[in-house]
């Protein structure tokens, strides 16, 4: 059984934040750098929320507030969906469904040790679904003794 640690062992466990204080043109700008859909918001050190493309077309482009002013804690998602390194693959999955999110930041012991996206659970379930293919096609054509 596949884990998120697992997971971020793979695919590392860096995780870009943002200030709660930060323009809305700031995050989407090092959002932009790094090709990613989503940074963690820090208040005072802690995480206070995730500010995702989501949020930016819904609470920004939509209500038409100005990127250049408006502050990423007046639009960020506030209730985090957090879960651990221990939390299977497929449950992750099932949380970001049930949530309708698209980013779990992963803490363990009250700390940010890393941030799981729907690609790269995606990523996880075709790899699972490709070696179990083949594991099948292998029996079925006789490779494997009976």
Same mark, same amino acid.
């Given at each position: 059984m596949d884990t998120v640690g697992t997971l971020l062992r793979e695919k590392g466990s860096s995780v870009l934040?943002?200030? @709660? &204080?930060?323009t809305v043109?700031?995050? /989407?700008? @090092? =959002?932009?750098a790094h090709k990613i859909g989503a940074v963690l918001v820090e208040r005072d050190g802690a995480?206070?929320?995730?500010f995702s493309e989501r949020d930016v077309m819904s609470? /920004? *482009?939509? +209500? %038409? $507030?100005d990127p250049s002013t408006t502050k990423?804690?007046? /639009?960020?998602?506030r209730e985090l969906v957090c879960i651990e390194p221990g939390t299977a693959a497929a449950e992750a999955m099932? *949380?970001?469904?049930?949530? %309708?999110c698209r980013h779990l930041p992963v803490v363990n &012991?009250? $700390?940010v040790v890393?941030? *799981? !996206?729907?690609?790269?659970? /995606? %990523?996880?379930? !075709? %790899?699972?679904? &490709?070696? &179990? *293919?083949? =594991?099948? +096609?292998?029996?079925i054509s006789g490779k494997y003794p009976a």
């Amino acid at each position: 059984m596949d884990t998120v640690g697992t997971l971020l062992r793979e695919k590392g466990s860096s995780v870009l934040t943002t200030p @709660a &204080e930060a323009t809305v043109l700031q995050a /989407v700008e @090092a =959002m932009c750098a790094h090709k990613i859909g989503a940074v963690l918001v820090e208040r005072d050190g802690a995480p206070a929320g995730i500010f995702s493309e989501r949020d930016v077309m819904s609470r /920004v *482009i939509l +209500t %038409r $507030k100005d990127p250049s002013t408006t502050k990423v804690a007046d /639009v960020m998602t506030r209730e985090l969906v957090c879960i651990e390194p221990g939390t299977a693959a497929a449950e992750a999955m099932a *949380i970001m469904t049930q949530r %309708r999110c698209r980013h779990l930041p992963v803490v363990n &012991e009250g $700390k940010v040790v890393g941030m *799981i !996206s729907i690609g790269d659970l /995606v %990523r996880w379930a !075709s %790899r699972n679904q &490709e070696f &179990e *293919i083949r =594991m099948l +096609t292998d029996y079925i054509s006789g490779k494997y003794p009976a």
